[in-house]
């Protein structure tokens, strides 16, 4: 059985080394003791969100919030490579949040919110900031819930200049679009740099967008003979890509590696 993942100080867990203690409080804490029912001898894992994990058990309770834990081991994750940049655009309603959910799951490590020409839902003023807040507080969540290490960062909202700018920057630049003639299938992720997917809205991309990515140097691939929502297409293609790659891989399963790039 796997230990429970909770977000330590970044900074402590930062000083932290075998064989010292380590204390978790705040609203961390509170979880671990009053929701989890987390008691001494329990393993649990401490992450900053940004690639340190501290492993241990729990030394001691000391009260409905706090909990200190002997660390076993750490272990630092390397920087992602390739890097996996996705471009959202902004859906209705709660199914941004559920966007950043799945892919903060399967392994995004940038997640851009576009305002697309086609977005229902504008992000203006006041509200990008608050809408971007959630974004932040579904990618943390879900990062726990798949007990990664690291959360993936969630961009400030992008024009779709901005967003042109990152495709000529990016080792490769995906759209997804119903009607292009290449699979996703038939791309290999690259080896080193950003591997960047860009997810229109529901209405679709204008002909403007579809040019000014093309125009930077991006390729359009198809996920399927179905069209998946905005919320959706984003795992489903992030998964496609990263399968036969090493990020994926498994050290000394059979086979794996095998396509890497």
Known sequence: MTSPVFVGSATALAAASVGDTVRMDGPEGRHAVSVRRIGQGEAIDLVDGLG??????????????????VVDGIDDEPDPHPRVVVV??????????????LLTEVGADVIVPWSAANCVTQWKGDRAERSRQRWMDAAHAAGKQARRARFPEVAPLASTGEVAALVARAAIALVLHEEAPRSIASVTAPAQGDLLLIVGPEGGLT????????????????????????SSAGIAAVSALLAPSLRW?????????????
């Open 52 to 69: 340190r994990r501290v492993t241990g058990r729990v030394s001691s309770v000391l009260d409905k919030q706090t909990l200190e834990m």
């Open 88 to 101: 959202q655009a902004v859906p209705k309603g709660d199914r941004g949040e559920l966007a950043v959910e």
């Open 207 to 230: 002909p403007a967008e579809r040019e000014a990515f093309a125009a930077a140097g991006a390729t359009e691939v198809r996920l399927g003979p179905s069209v998946l929502r905005t």
């Open 249 to 261: 891989a498994v050290p000394g399963a059979p086979g794996d590696g095998r396509m890497a790039p």
